[in-house]
Each structure stands twice: as C-alpha cells, then as structure tokens.
C-alpha cells in the first residue's frame, strides 16, 4: 500500500486519481495485515484498489467527474465498496471518469482529463478511463469501474489491461451514481483474467436494496475460471468452444491494425482448440442510434435530481425557485450532460416518444434477440471492441457523433445485458494496444473468463 501510494504521488500527471486518502489506506492495510496474521487467507486481504468515482464511499468525495458534485460525502458506501472491503481489499482513492459516466475518452471529466500510460498524448479511453489508467501505470493491481455502453471494455483495450462487465443485474447498482439504469453494471479492471474473476466474485451478489438485481446464488468465478473443458488438454485448453465470428463485428471501416490484431487472436484460440464458427449480428450498427436514443432518456430522468436543493451544487445568486434551478443546473453540468439532458428529454416528450423512444425499445428487444439466434451455433461472440486504438487527447474532443460512433462494438452486449469483457489481443498504430471482445450469453461469466484465461 505504501509502495503504490507514492507511485501515485509521482504519477499525478496521469491525472487517474480524483481523491487519495493515505491514512485510511495504511490503516486498512494493517487491519489486512491483522487479518492475515489470524489465518484469514482470502484472496483479496490486502491488495490495494480504488474506486470509479461513480461509487459512493463515505471516507472519500464522489463527484461523478462533474462540478455538480464538488466535494459532495455520501451518507453510505455503495455495495460493491463495502463487499470488496469486507473481502479485505484496502481504497486507496477514487478514480477519475466522465462526467457522469458520459464519454469515451475521460475528456468529459470538470477534473481534468486522464492520460494513456502508453502515450500520455492519447486518451485512456472512458468512461471509466481513470481506473484503466491507473492499472495500466501499475498504480494499483485493479480498480473498479461501470459499463453502461462499453465504459470497462473500451478503456481495459485501450490501455491494455483485462476488464469484464458481467451480466445485468449481477454487481448490485446500489451507491452507483445512476447514468442510465437499464445499462449501468459494475465490473473490475485489472492486469489478468483471474484477478478479474476474483474482484468479480467479491463484487458481484444478490442485493435486496438494487430492485435489478439477480437473485442467484452466490458465484465462484475463479473456480468456473479453472474448470477443465471436456477433452481439454494442456495445450488445447479451449477445446470444443464455439466462437461465434460475427461479420458485421468486421466491416469495412474498421482500422487494418485492429482488424489484424484481433484475427492474429481469433487464430490463437483456434490453436487453443477453439472452433470459429460465422455469425451474424445484422442490427449491429443499429445499436449506436438505439443507445443514444434510450441512454439519454433514462440519463436525463435520473439527472432531474440534480436540482440544488437535496444535494449538489447550488448557485449562489438567483431569484426565485425556477432561476435557482436553471441556475444551479447550467453552472453544474458540463456540456455533454448537458447535451444528453436535451436528447433524453426530446425523446421522451410527447410526440416524439413514439417515433424515438418506443421504436428504440422495439429495436432493442431485437438486437437481444439476434444473439440469441446466433448463441445458438456459438458459446461465445468474439470481436473487436473498439474501431481503432486509442486516438489522441483532443482530436474527438469537439465531435460528439465521432466519439459516439467509435461505440459500435460494445453498445450491442450493453443493450442486450450480456456479459462481455476486453483482454489484451495485440498491438496496432503507434504501439497501442488493441483488446479482443469476448461476449457471452446471461450469466455465462465462467466461460468469458475461463477462454479469457486460456488466452492469456
Ligand atoms: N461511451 C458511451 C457513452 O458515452 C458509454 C459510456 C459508459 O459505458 N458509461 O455513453
């Protein structure tokens, strides 16, 4: 703990913690050291993490990334902060992100952007591209962050490290700072595989204060991780595993350096005794409308609470209820809240709600249900995650549908609550690395992790 305390001190120009609280730090590792000392050998005492800064805590700040919520001290820690710290894990911060969770680049942050450890001139990817950062600088062994439409995957291929998004309602939504709540779902981001599995399954539960979530029994990730295949060998681990190659997952516009990564670890997998099969996902491109018609609905319901009054930023000066709201809103919000805020709430009014809102819900149904055709030839989509490795910090920073469209791979698991993760594939342009999307069916974690495993 304290050794990463100070490679965070001297990494600040990364800009991937928002908050560091170092004596709790050190005293929650000496209670882990106590725990330890009693015989207690879980796997998770002692290793030192932070938290997305969407996550509640009460011993640090959450701001959402936005000025809305400067300074603001949650009564209560959210579910996934207070499972993984009854597993022994020790908060170090709280780590940088989109306003919101609003992004894909960590440029929508009122704190700053975040850096590519790779290339500090290029983003980390987001939204969740502090806590990508951070793992991929080695500040921390893993960190949490929430996927609404790619916000683990994107920013784990962008830097190269491993992150899944598990099912919908698997990590209980409780003390996550709601952006869009049909979509948002908890997952880690870590250096491997089987760290992911471990930090899932102390995560991840039934929780009665999350209306979502799953009731099912408690899950061991990290021993589905290991289960042997049926007539697996040592080199042929992935034996018999259908991967389903979904074409439209390959178009045109996809960059030549991504598209030969990721076929060079479709390759892999053969050789590790995977078969390929061809799939198709025909509303794949669908997805990107879909989203930005449902995800700004339920973003601009769930920001109405952001009025000045319960909690938040209040403007100083104003006259009456209405300019206080107007207000304390426009100083809040940055500008893509601000634009998702007018989207939503567009969508949803009357007239429009049939020709958006209804015919997004329509068509949502339907790219859930491509999957399951096509999990019927398959056990797991592989794919790329995103079009192109990651850009440089600015070039997108103006252009809204350009950051929305580079989405198009992950937004589909996201509609359909699949589980989905990224795992480093290779390298493309300028030596960044690129991930290979694995997608698998509701609540079939153990076979992403264990192929993902395989691989590494
Ligand atoms: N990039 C997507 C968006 O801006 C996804 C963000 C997320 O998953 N939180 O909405």
Redesign the pocket.
């Known amino acids: 703990t304290s050794h990463l305390l100070g490679r965070i001190a001297s990494h600040e120009q990364l800009g991937a913690l928002l908050a560091v609280e170092p004596e709790g730090a050190l005293a929650a590792a000496r209670d882990a050291d106590a725990r330890r000392a009693d015989g207690d050998a879980g796997p998770l005492v002692g290793v030192p993490i932070a938290h997305k800064d969407i996550f509640v805590t009460r011993a640090l700040p959450t701001t959402a990334g936005s000025k809305m919520l400067a300074g603001y001290l949650s009564p209560f820690d959210a579910t996934v902060v207070e499972r993984l710290a009854g597993a022994g894990c020790v908060t170090l911060g709280k780590l940088n992100c989109?306003e919101f969770?609003?992004?894909?680049a960590n440029e929508?942050s009122a704190y700053g952007v975040a850096r590519n450890p790779w290339d500090a001139t290029r983003v980390p990817g987001?939204?969740?591209g502090g806590s990508a950062a951070a793992v991929a600088a080695r500040l921390l062994p893993a960190a949490t962050g929430?996927?609404?439409?790619?916000?683990?995957r994107?920013p784990a291929s962008f830097t190269g490290t491993t992150g899944i998004k598990p099912t919908y309602g698997v990590c209980s939504r409780y003390g996550m700072i709601a952006?869009?709540s049909s979509?948002?779902q908890a997952g880690p981001i870590a250096r491997s595989a089987e760290d992911c599995a471990l930090l899932l399954g102390a995560m991840s539960g039934f929780d009665a204060r999350d209306s979502t979530s799953a009731e099912r029994p408690p899950q061991d990730f990290h021993a589905q991780m290991l289960m042997p295949r049926q007539g697996a060998s040592a080199t042929r681990p992935l034996e018999g595993l259908r991967v389903g190659i979904p074409a439209e997952f390959f178009p045109a516009a996809l960059a030549g350096d991504v598209d030969g990564a990721v076929r060079a670890a479709l390759a892999e997998l053969e050789r590790l005794g995977a078969r390929l099969v061809d799939v198709s996902l025909p509303r794949t491109e669908l997805s990107i409308p879909v989203?930005?018609i449902i995800?700004p609905a339920e973003a601009s319901s769930n920001l109405s609470r952001f009025d000045g009054v319960r909690y938040g930023h209040r403007a100083a000066r104003y006259e009456g209820l209405d300019e206080m709201y107007r207000a304390s809103r426009s100083e809040g919000f940055g500008p893509?809240v601000k634009r998702?805020i007018m989207i939503g709430t567009y969508v949803l009014s009357h007239g429009y709600y049939d020709a958006y809102y209804l015919q997004a819900q329509k068509l949502r149904r339907m790219i859930a249900d491509d999957f399951q055709a096509a999990f019927a030839s398959c056990d797991v989509i592989a794919g790329p995650v995103a079009p192109s490795v990651a850009w440089k910090l600015g070039s997108k920073s103006d252009d809204p549908v350009a950051?929305?469209l580079?989405?198009i791979f992950?937004?589909p698991a996201?509609l359909a609550g699949l589980p989905a993760m990224s795992v480093p594939a290779g390298f493309g342009e300028g030596g960044m690395p690129v991930g290979l999307q694995l997608i698998g069916n509701y609540f079939h974690e153990g076979t992403l992790l264990h192929a993902a495993h395989a691989f590494q």
Not at 101 to 104: F, K, R
Not at 146 to 152: E, M, Q, R, V
């Open positions: 989109d969770a609003m992004g894909s929508n987001g939204s969740s929430t996927d609404t439409g790619g916000s683990i994107q952006f869009a979509l948002d989203y930005y995800a893509e998702r950051n929305y580079a989405d992950t937004l996201s």
